[in-house]
């Protein structure tokens, strides 16, 4: 039969007319039950039509492919994974001849067994001494001889020319066959999605899971958990392919030229080390113009001797403002800066790490509930100074700590921590640095020690990102409600509903709720000047001195509530309502307590939002295009010629698109603008080993890292940046 199939080839014929050259008559009886038709054209030895790209999808890949055509050697790889699925194996490209200008002219692929492993002439037991781990890898190679020879012929397209189907190994199950090198490519839509995924503080593993969800298994994901895995770490090598601090100071570059109020100041040591750095955006800018008068600094880290230029530098990038109060831990050398960069700035210690310090020295004491109980009042439960002297002095003389040098130093430094030495400034009644432990918190919770500069750098970023639209919904929920009360809402309860925030609101009630269970006595009146002694019916409460100035609506208290929280005690709050005040004094409002803190800069926000919208309008586009497609693939799995549709409408927009942005990228040009920097590669910080990290084999990552030179003449930049701002902003 074999014979009677060669019978019509002439010689010189092309081979594109022959679909099998060797058949049997059992072959041919199951051709004539299954494909009649495929039998006529090897009766009739008509020529097939193979390298018609609208019948490429309905070509039978799975026997003979000599004499096939495509356009690109991608499409002929493709052609042959498809070949290779249907049998089952893996495929593997070998052998590229090209001409001069590296244009391919014969390609070679090949099975995924073919070859033999090259053990050389190596013992297995010369590095028997080595401390490295030997891998424990299979043979996967078995000198397979199948292979696809494809050559570009005077059309101008790739033929095959020869294929070897003969296979020396079993082929692969159907229900495996997800698992061949060949079938796992992570296309560039796909990398681009895990990149996003990673970006918003999603784990590799659990991106991984998720795109198995949307896959529905994850044979249909293309793609394994160990190539996902490799794929996000050379992602983040490559972020940092010229060196972590390099990478995060084109980062910082890259936003000064987009962002027009974006600051940053780099400072290097003597070897061009980075050894700090410090940033900020418009927006944080007028954050700090707003809610600047009160600043917590989180000393977690040490930074001893650059505390002062830190404090330089963020002052600059403030158009030269101080904060009224600056919290921070115990520390001389921050004292010391602060003393010199801000000197009308009060100082204040966090109490909460004085309470954790003050026990924490004696061993005695930890037990003793009732010396933490004296020394938190001493603390923060002190009316005045008269009563903090008593407090203090029965604390020292029960516990026999006169002679202590550490309880000495700490009376010494009383005004930084006493509040009831410290009512005349305004500190937004916070007490202790916590604040920024949340943020420590915050980043810590994506953030380790193995993660790199530029991750971190992302990381912040992403978080603050998140608080802006925490504080958006926040400011939406004010603009949008009003807040319910127990308590009938009139007179300055409604007023405080009107202007404060939601949170301001609640804190205004609960001292409002208190004016009513007071007593209030008059004491002097004199012209328009009335003056009240008011207390509440607690037995420990201290009676407060009130002065109300019916004509001018002035009034102050003792208890100072209003110069260290910026909204009125409830002392006051009573002498207003005896007098019929129905709203409060706007003397007594304070901005930065309102719904409307942000009103000045929202034109200018939206101004800016308008210009970054023009870079970035492309983005609902994808999102909403992509949500199309997504629906209407989903409509579509369910029918086959719905498929069909769906699949050259795609191939018929790409190649369209692809022809548009040839041509656009053929005739564009780009003049791109470069702010000009420092010359100088930033190198690294130097690493700290910390104590119990063991040594390791670096991976081949590391190997394979690009190390950017430094030439030994280049003098590096002590200090470079954005240029300072107008000092006279606000």
Not at 162 to 169: A, G, I, T
Not at 507 to 515: P, R
Request: one cysteine or more.
């Amino acid at each position: 039969m074999e014979n009677e199939a060669q019978t019509g080839i002439e010689e010189g014929q092309n081979l594109n007319s022959i679909v099998i050259v060797c058949i049997d008559e059992d072959d041919i009886e199951i051709n004539q039950d299954k494909t009649p038709d495929a039998v006529a054209i090897i009766e009739q030895n008509v020529p097939v039509p193979a390298n018609e790209e609208d019948t490429m999808d309905c070509v039978d890949v799975s026997g003979f492919l000599v004499g096939m055509t495509r356009e690109t050697i991608d499409d002929m790889h493709q052609l042959y994974c498809k070949h290779a699925r249907a049998l089952g194996f893996s495929v593997r490209k070998s052998t590229t001849r090209c001409y001069s200008n590296e244009v391919v002219v014969e390609k070679y692929f090949v099975c995924s067994c073919a070859g033999v492993k090259n053990s050389g002439n190596a013992d297995i037991f010369s590095d028997a001494s080595s401390s490295r781990k030997r891998s424990n890898s299979c043979l996967t190679r078995t000198g397979c001889k199948a292979s696809l020879r494809v050559k570009l012929n005077d059309d101008g397209v790739y033929e095959v020319l020869s294929h070897v189907m003969e296979h020396n190994h079993p082929f692969t199950r159907t229900e495996w066959g997800h698992l061949h090198r060949s079938e796992r490519t992570i296309t560039k839509e796909k990398g681009k999605a895990i990149e996003d995924m990673i970006t918003s503080g999603m784990r590799s593993s659990d991106s991984f899971r998720y795109m198995v969800q949307d896959a529905r298994g994850e044979e249909n994901v293309g793609h394994t958990m160990k190539d996902h895995m490799n794929f996000v770490n050379r992602m983040k090598m490559n972020a940092i392919e010229g060196g972590d601090a390099q990478t995060v100071i084109e980062m910082l570059q890259e936003e000064d030229t987009k962002e027009e109020d974006f600051y940053f100041k780099v400072k290097l040591d003597d070897e061009g080390r980075l050894c700090n750095v410090y940033w900020r955006d418009s927006m944080m800018k007028e954050d700090y113009r707003i809610y600047g008068d009160v600043m917590v600094f989180d000393t977690t880290y040490r930074t001893n001797k650059y505390n002062l230029w830190l404090f330089e530098v963020f002052k600059k990038s403030m158009g030269g403002k101080c904060p009224i109060t600056l919290f921070t831990d115990q520390d001389q050398a921050i004292a010391t800066a602060i003393e010199k960069v801000f000197p009308q700035t009060r100082h204040r210690l966090c109490l909460w790490h004085l309470q954790q310090n003050a026990v924490s020295r004696f061993a005695q004491l930890k037990s003793e509930n009732s010396f933490k109980v004296a020394f938190k009042k001493c603390l923060s439960g002190c009316a005045n100074e008269n009563e903090f002297e008593s407090c203090w002095k029965s604390m020292i003389s029960e516990y026999n700590l006169e002679d202590h040098s550490w309880f000495c130093r700490l009376y010494g430094l009383r005004e930084k921590w006493c509040t009831a030495l410290s009512k005349d400034f305004f500190s937004a009644g916070i007490l202790s640095s916590q604040r920024s432990e949340s943020t420590n918190h915050a980043i810590g919770f994506n953030a380790k020690k193995s993660t790199s500069l530029a991750e971190f750098y992302g990381i912040l970023k992403a978080t603050i990102k998140h608080w802006r639209i925490k504080e958006q919904n926040n400011e939406f929920q004010c603009s949008k409600s009003v807040p319910e009360s127990v308590l009938p809402m009139t007179g300055m309860l409604k007023h405080a509903s009107e202007v404060y925030t939601l949170t301001l609101f609640r804190e205004f009630e609960s001292e409002f709720l208190k004016s009513i269970s007071t007593c209030s006595t008059i004491v002097l009146v004199e012209d328009s000047m009335m003056v009240y002694d008011v207390s509440s019916h607690d037995a420990n409460a201290c009676t407060h001195r009130v002065v109300f100035d019916c004509l001018r609506n002035m009034i102050t208290c003792s208890c100072k509530k209003f110069e260290e929280c910026g909204f009125l005690c409830y002392h006051c709050l009573r002498v207003l309502h005896i007098n019929s005040v129905v709203s409060i004094p706007e003397f007594y409002i304070q901005k930065r307590w309102t719904k409307f803190a942000k009103s000045e800069i929202w034109d200018r926000l939206n101004n800016r939002i308008e210009r970054s919208e023009k870079a970035e309008d492309c983005i609902p586009w994808r999102h909403e295009m992509a949500r199309k497609y997504y629906n209407l693939v989903l409509k579509s799995q369910g029918n086959e010629e719905a498929r069909r549709i769906v699949e050259e409408g795609y191939n018929r927009d790409t190649l369209s698109v692809d022809t548009l942005m040839t041509s656009l990228s053929s005739t564009e040009q780009s003049e791109t603008s470069v702010h000009s920097y420092s010359s100088n590669v930033v190198r690294d910080p130097a690493r700290s080993i910390t104590k119990g990290r063991s040594q390791r084999i670096k991976g081949h990552f590391h190997k394979k890292k690009k190390k950017r030179t430094v030439e030994s003449n280049l003098i590096p930049a002590k200090e470079f940046g954005s240029k300072t701002p107008n000092v006279h902003l606000f």
